[in-house]
């Protein structure tokens, strides 16, 4: 089956990093994804990863993946205020059906 | 580049009745995706056009659901007549065809509709 599974709350300190850990059931998942929506604003693709990969990093974020045990996590390095949102985890197979299974969303919230 | 665009943003409609909602995909995007997010749960599929064709409607709910995609542009889902359970945000997005020549694989989102059905 399909399913994706995220926790639903992260608190952090100004300026620490923040983790958020997905896990996804689909082993032919070929890519990941992590999108952001801001309050009163819609989906934003943070970043995505090929399955083939174990990291990637962009500026401020790192993707790691483990493809053993389908876990996905999204590490936020010297977190804002701005980076207060909802993060999406999310995965799709890239067919021609190419439909994205999403997780609940973790909102992220930032403590001064 | 415009991204994804879609109307209304707000719609607050009375149980029974009927509501459109429309989706304007980014120039050149092939593939038009709906989905929607009810009462703060994950977001869900709903169906995948590729032009004017429906490639997936496996997400669609039941048949109150309408998608139409005439021409390949634009994209409307109709609702009717609406239910309570209808209530939530509504995505529309869409995504190049192919991964080759550079191409994303990814797809863009809107910025959704809220619908409310009292």
């Known amino acids: 089956g399909e399913d994706v599974e995220q926790s639903l709350f992260l608190s952090v300190r100004e300026g620490d990093s923040s983790v958020i850990n997905c896990t996804y059931t689909?082993?032919?998942?070929?890519?990941l994804y992590w999108y952001k929506q801001e309050p009163g604003a819609g989906l934003q693709l943070l970043t995505y990863?090929?399955?083939?990969?174990d990291m990637k990093q962009d500026q401020r974020l790192t993707v790691l993946l483990n493809k053993k045990d389908k876990h996905l996590s999204l590490r936020i390095a010297d977190t804002q205020t701005g980076d207060s949102a909802i993060y999406f985890c999310?995965?799709?197979?890239?067919?021609?059906?190419?439909?994205?299974?999403f997780g609940s969303g973790t909102r992220l919230s930032i403590r001064p | 580049e415009a991204g994804v665009t879609q109307f209304p943003s707000h719609s607050v409609i009375e149980k029974g009745q009927t509501v459109t909602l429309r989706c304007d995909p980014i120039?050149?995007?092939?593939?038009l995706y709906w989905y929607r997010r009810v009462m703060g749960k994950e977001i869900k599929f709903l169906l995948h056009?590729?032009?004017?064709?429906?490639?997936?409607e496996s997400g669609m709910p039941n048949n109150r659901f309408l998608a139409e995609r005439t021409g390949g542009t634009y994209s409307t889902l109709k609702v009717q007549p609406a239910e309570l359970e209808d209530s939530g945000v509504y995505f529309c997005?869409?995504?190049?065809?192919?991964?080759?020549?550079?191409?994303?694989?990814?797809?863009?989102f809107g910025p959704g509709t809220r619908l409310t059905v009292l």
């Open positions: 056009f590729v032009k004017e064709s429906k490639q997936d």
């Open positions: 999310a995965e799709s197979r890239y067919s021609s059906a190419s439909k994205i299974i």
């Open positions: 120039s050149g995007h092939d593939n």
């Open positions: 990863i090929f399955s083939n990969m």
């Open positions: 689909d082993s032919s998942s070929t890519y």
């Open positions: 997005a869409s995504s190049q065809s192919g991964t080759s020549g550079g191409k994303s694989p990814t797809q863009y």
